[in-house]
């Protein structure tokens, strides 16, 4: 099978191509992807909606942005050499430092060659005489593919809010998921930063320091942890070289993807005292680590209520302030179950004379002004307005492509009540589209690279499968969707995710449905699971004969 090679279309101009598979994106999932399809001989086209490849590391260059899974980890293990090659220089990686890597991947594969850049998928339809994908672009292009894979990222479509007077503010806006390329420089500015999750506080320190004065619009506060970010030691490189292979299966068999010290007991279980220590190791550790610090901090109130408590005792001790302190302090739902944040320095910004919180909760942003922001106590003059606001999580970036399967039903219809899939990977009536990273898998609650790799990694082999096989179609069976659905639900219900208004719940959304989307059964009985079903002859499926493949 020859290699398409990519070219940027004029717009207006179909291509009439057909190619083997179709990959929508160019971040961590579609360059590896590519990579793999490229190895087993099909043809394949990525349309790719940025100038370069990076998905969220390409969008995502707002001030402080940095990987809050750490570096070493968060990278791909499928070559050895590029392991050992690639050298990443901090414990947490920045942006810059991961794009440069995924250009580096891209430049080391030749993957550049395959992609069509500034393009965006706006439509996939599934031709059922033809058993095919007709895909679209913006740019005009109509190519048809034997597979579609969406590699479209599940924090991509950025959310900006529907609140009262946006188009009129004369200041300037930024989404920190959309961050000009130039970089900004608020220097002399009187700067509001809307939300408080995960961008917001790892950007809000950055401004900071470059802003006159700096207003914090928080609705719910947040939980979160220091990163202790630092150089990388020659001691953890070289412990980590030698111990690699050991690492990365520790990894790909673990509950999230990364490796943690695993706990063995409730947190109810121990001492106060004991309790306390376990705590105070993993703050001074760093990241994560402290959510693993017992068993049972995800699934029972009493053992999350320590957690939550010291986090916020923690929040006492930084904040000098003691109603602004309060205000940070998160009390609506447990520890965890909103993405908890990964920070430097965050709460010790509250400290500084030029920062100040405004309390939405006391004060509810009522317009946006041609002259800043008003909430129900007063009215704010910013010069720049940055939305930390989020995503439309999971479903955003497929529900903006018009995806058909069967019968022209569209995905968006058919995931009205929430996503449905059969192992987050394919979606009943939708043959032969894959989803990677899907809603229903482990996704956004693990090391998205373990992830990323596991899904490309099964969907590669099925491909070869179908292939060695002479298949034309994989479709998933209504019965496995619904039952994967039920068990995901289940999973989901046994633990606190559901008592949160998260993204994981599609509550920042107005009108999505609220079902928790990922798979919170660990990666490694996922994987297991996905690999069974594999052996099975991809039980759960449907496998149809009678392709051509040239
Ligand atoms: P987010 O976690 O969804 O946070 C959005 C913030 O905006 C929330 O504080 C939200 O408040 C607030 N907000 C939304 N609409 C609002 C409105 N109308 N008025 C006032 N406030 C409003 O988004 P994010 O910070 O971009 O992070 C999303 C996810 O991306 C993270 O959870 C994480 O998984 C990932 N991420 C990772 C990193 C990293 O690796 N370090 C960095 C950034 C992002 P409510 O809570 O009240 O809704």
Redesign the pocket.
Known sequence: MSEVRARTLPSGVSDPGAVDAVIVGAGFAGLYMLHRLRGLGFSTRVYEAGSGVGGTWFW?RYPG????VESLEYSYSFSDELQSDWKWTERYASQPEILSYLNHVAERFDLHRSIQFETRVTAATFDEAANRWIIRTDRGDRVSARFCIMATGC?SAAKI?E?EGIETFKGKRYH??HWPHEGVDFTGQTVGV???????I?SIPEIARQAKQLFV?Q??P?FSVPAHNAPLSADVIQDWNANLASYRNMERTSAFGFMHEPSTKGALEVAPEERQREYETRWQRGGFHLIGAFTDILVSKDANDTAAAFVRSKIRGIVRDPAVAEALMPTSYPIGTK?LC?DTHYFATFNRSNVTLVD?QASP?EAVTTAGVRTSAAEYSLDSIVF????DAMTGALSNIDIRGRAGVALKQKWYEGPRTYLGIMVAGFPNLFTITGPGSPS?LSNMVVSIEQHVDWIADCLAHLREHRLALIEATLDAENAWVTHVNDVGHQTLFPLA?S?YMGA?IPGKPRVFMPYIGGVGPYRQKCDEVAAKGYEGFILSQAATYA
Not at 65 to 68: K, V
Not at 194 to 200: E, L, N, Q, V, Y
Request: positive net charge.
């Open positions: 995502n942005a940095r990987c809050d924090l809010p609140l920190t998921g809307i939300g408080t999750g995960s961008s917001a790892q619009f609705r719910t947040n993405r990964v939405l942003i930390a606001t989020g995503f956004v208004n993204w920042n």
